[in-house]
């Protein structure tokens, strides 16, 4: 069996994570050329097309997404071996959403739990889902159903979208909630679901700021810049706080989050993902009471965490 060039397979791999013969030139200290040569003699030697060529941008193939997580996974385990050698407090791995990141799980580090758990915890935030998951990570969480081959996949947390304001701009309500200003997230899409499910039309002509990253309309609706539809996970620890308040309304379902598991983790990743897992339970519970003294006493049906679903 003939064994692809290691160059061509370094070149693949960080080209096949960052979406981008440019990013992975950048990063390995090579041209794009020297990287578009090197994946296409790969291509060669395997027979098959990994990527999509378009103008000025680069997409995997359905085949090339398979061959990106398994050479992601020969090079875990080649990074692996090698930390095995050292006598390092052991460390795991994690890929996540930045957001996710700073609003959930960053405030639960602050855990004696965690700290007891005696690990060393390294964690590569990202702003999209990646298209692979990182060779050297051994846990991602993710937001969105999405099926990663050659990981077990684990549901965390299920948000349910929540309107949200300053507690000074005294909205209680949905039918007040355009006086304040309505803070959308790229555009009226959410606001617009949220009106028409409450049965009421939507007001074209209430002021707006419209913002492109999912935590800042959480931000802004901090600031008393306005009402912002927000979801409970992202706004768990101002609502925790009492920072923003919750508006009656309508509450949508939309996407969870999941973590991802290798298929044989380490002793620190068992415990670390065991850790996770029983925050996600906190977490739903919380996430039931809230719902349930706020939304006219009843009992939500989110924080449905670690439940397994098939890969």
């Excluded at 041209?31 to 027979?47: F, H, N, Q, Y």
């Excluded at 680069?58 to 385990?77: H, I, K, W």
């Excluded at 060779?135 to 947390?157: F, M, T």
């Excluded at 304040?180 to 009226?188: A, K, Q, T």
Aim: hydrophobic share 40%; glycine share 8%.
């Amino acid at each position: 069996m003939n064994v692809p060039n290691l160059t061509a397979l370094r070149a693949f791999e960080a080209a096949a994570r960052l979406g981008s013969f440019k990013a992975a030139a950048d990063e390995l200290h090579l041209t794009p050329a020297a990287i578009s040569r090197s994946v296409a003699r790969l291509e060669e030697e395997l027979g098959v097309s990994l990527f999509d060529r378009m103008h000025r941008a680069v997409s995997l193939t359905t085949v090339g997404a398979q061959y990106a997580q398994r050479v992601s996974d020969g090079f875990r385990c080649l990074a692996t071996e090698e930390a095995e050698t050292s006598a390092r407090q052991p460390r795991v791995v994690l890929t996540v959403e930045a957001t996710f990141l700073r609003q959930w799980l960053l405030p639960r580090l602050r855990d004696p739990s965690f700290k007891e758990l005696g690990v060393s915890l390294t964690v590569r935030a990202h702003h999209d889902p990646p298209r692979t998951i990182p060779s050297q990570a051994e846990l991602a969480i993710v937001w969105g159903y999405a099926n990663y081959s050659g990981l077990k996949r684990i549901r965390l947390v299920s948000p349910k979208t929540i309107l949200v304001a300053a507690a000074e701009l005294g909205v209680t309500e949905l039918s007040q909630a355009s006086r304040s200003g309505l803070i959308h997230e790229s555009n009226d899409h959410w606001w617009r679901l949220v009106y028409a499910e409450a049965g009421l039309d939507y007001p074209d002509a209430a002021p707006g700021l419209t913002l492109t990253r999912c935590d800042l309309p959480i931000e802004a609706a901090r600031l008393g810049l306005g009402t912002a539809v927000g979801d409970d996970v992202i706004a768990e620890q101002e609502l925790r706080s009492g920072t923003l308040v919750p508006v009656r309304g309508p509450r949508l379902e939309t996407q969870d989050y999941f973590l991802l598991t290798r298929r044989t983790p380490t002793g620190p990743g068992k415990a670390f993902t065991q850790w996770l897992l029983k925050e996600a339970e906190r977490f739903g519970a919380w996430q039931r009471d809230f719902a349930g003294d706020v939304f006219d006493g009843t009992r939500s049906n989110t924080g449905n965490a670690a439940r397994e679903v098939s890969a």
